[in-house]
């Protein structure tokens, strides 16, 4: 016998089971749909984006991997551009800078171009060196003190510390490698200060300096100069030390050159100055 009771609820639970798995489908069936729509836009939307995607990595490469910290290139030196003309490296570079015709330099680096700035350097010219003369320059004393053993004429330059020609003969004249020599080997050159202050016994006699307002003149060097006190004055001496000729101003060394020798010859005792000047002259220049 059948119990219709039982039956009935299982038949109620079964209903009721597949209700439950209808929803259940149609639940996957609605969210199944939602799910294709929300990703379809997704997909598109990323398409369109790709360019910004792209900027952004490229901005991420260039900036430092640090935040707040500087960034060292290790790159050599910019190439200087073409408005700038020849600029001044002040470290190594692979570059060379351009020269101010716009052309590029050679950009070799290597032991070649090492090799040819040295071999430039080697072979450039070498410019002479000019000769210079030194006098050997003493005091009057000591200028007496030699007299003494080895008779000579004594040439005295006249001078004073302020003096723009004194200073001016001293650097053109005076090194003149024909007047220093001719100096040195047949007179006693002496430098004198016209206003050193220190007492001088010249033969026998003692020379002050006397004080004449600001300045001052020392007696001895009055002497010599007759009283016309000009600087520069060349002043000389005999063997006796006697005053020959005293001659104010500058003097270059072509005409001191042909003076120094006019006494030293002892030329001036039988010929006059303007005679012995142009045989010189000519006697210098090959007699042209």
Not at 16 to 24: D, K, Q, S, V
Not at 188 to 215: C, M, S, W
Request: glycine share 6%.
């Amino acid at each position: 016998m059948i119990n219709f009771r039982t039956e009935s609820c299982d038949m109620r639970n079964f209903l009721l089971f597949a209700l439950i798995i209808c929803c259940a489908g149609q639940g996957r069936a609605q969210n199944g749909g939602r799910a294709n729509t929300s990703v379809a836009p997704r997909a598109k939307s990323s398409a369109n984006l790709t360019p910004a995607s792209q900027s952004r990595s490229t901005t991420t490469a260039t900036q430092p991997a640090n935040p707040g910290t500087v960034r060292k290139t290790t790159a050599p030196n910019p190439r200087p551009s073409e408005n700038n003309g020849i600029q001044a490296q002040t470290t190594p570079s692979t570059y060379a800078p351009r020269p101010l015709n716009g052309r590029p330099a050679a950009t070799n680096t290597g032991s070649k171009t090492t090799k040819v700035a040295n071999n430039a350097g080697k072979n450039a010219p070498t410019l002479a060196k000019k000769a210079v003369g030194k006098v050997n320059w003493m005091t009057i004393e000591e200028a007496v003190e030699k007299s003494k053993t080895e008779k000579r004429k004594i040439f005295i330059d006249v001078c004073t510390d302020w003096c723009g020609w004194c200073k001016h003969m001293d650097s053109t004249t005076f090194i003149n490698p024909s007047v220093a020599t001719y100096l040195n080997e047949h007179f006693y050159p002496v430098k004198f200060n016209a206003e050193q202050t220190n007492d001088i016994l010249f033969k026998n006699k003692t020379y002050h300096f006397k004080k004449n307002g600001g300045r001052g003149c020392h007696e001895l060097a009055a002497e010599w100069l007759n009283n016309r006190l000009s600087f520069p004055t060349v002043v000389f001496l005999d063997e006796s030390m006697n005053t020959i000729q005293s001659l104010g101003g500058y003097l270059d060394a072509g005409k001191l050159e042909a003076i120094l020798n006019y006494f030293g010859t002892n030329s001036h005792r039988t010929t006059p100055w303007e005679t012995y000047e142009k045989k010189f002259t000519s006697a210098k220049s090959g007699g042209k």
